[in-house]
């Protein structure tokens, strides 16, 4: 089935560290990605909606200066949190989907950020 | 707004029992509706969808859903729990076809599974 790809799995840092979260679809052309913020024990928050050479979709709430992503590529999103503090501290879960009617999302395995 | 309610927050069988969760959905249209699994620290991997059709549908680890319009529920069900299945589950409805539009998905609470052996 479909992967998909997200790097590092687990960061630490100080406090106002930038820090970027990478997702890759490794079998297929991804038209769209998704970024997920969750938060323990809740549910899966849509944060951002990112097509392949286009600007991100950002949710209501979401500090779109705070939260740089790009979408480059047909396989690559990435995700920057800018001068991150500790209430950035949160499992980020990004997701993918192709150019194929009714793709389901698939997700990657998530990025578990702690500032310090 | 479509929105996704999962009643049930934690949920604890026996191994081999049979299992019900619960899935409501408010939404304005023909859902497009997604059970997920999670593992503690993990991405979600999918179970099974509904797009259109059959309302019985067939997913992976043997689970199985049932849309019901009448009901606006997709509840998921296995007929014998295994120790492995013990992780977290969500419900998720998704908005129109095809694009961009498609792929935007409303997640509910999630569900815990505890499995005793």
């Known amino acids: 089935g479909a992967v998909v790809s997200q790097h590092p799995s687990r960061v630490i840092c100080k406090s106002g560290t930038s820090v970027k979260i990478e997702c890759r679809s490794l079998d297929f052309q991804a038209t769209t990605m998704f970024w997920y913020r969750q938060f323990p024990k809740q549910s899966l928050m849509l944060m951002a909606t990112s097509n392949e050479g286009s600007k991100a979709t950002y949710e209501q709430g979401v500090e779109k200066d705070k939260f740089l992503i790009n979408h480059a590529s047909l396989t690559l999103s990435t995700l920057t949190v800018t001068s991150a503090h500790p209430e950035d501290s949160s499992f980020y879960i990004c997701?993918?989907?192709?150019?194929?009617?009714?793709?389901?999302?698939?997700f990657g395995d998530g990025t578990r950020l702690s500032i310090l | 707004a479509q929105s996704v309610t999962q009643p049930d927050i934690h949920i604890t069988v026996s191994e081999g029992a049979s299992l019900e969760l619960r899935c409501n959905y408010s939404?304005?249209?023909?859902?497009?509706l997604f059970w997920y699994v999670q593992s503690p620290g993990q991405g979600l991997q999918l179970l099974l969808k509904y797009f259109s059709g059959d309302t019985l549908v067939q997913g992976i680890k043997g689970f199985e859903a049932e849309f019901k319009r009448s009901q606006s529920s997709f509840n998921l069900r296995k007929p014998s729990v295994h120790w492995s299945d013990a992780a977290e589950y969500f419900c998720a409805v998704g908005a129109g076809a095809g694009g961009t539009s498609y792929g935007k998905l409303t997640f509910g609470q999630g569900t815990i599974l505890t499995v005793h052996p």
């Open positions: 997701s993918a989907t192709g150019v194929l009617s009714n793709q389901p999302q698939h």
């Open positions: 939404y304005g249209a023909t859902p497009y």
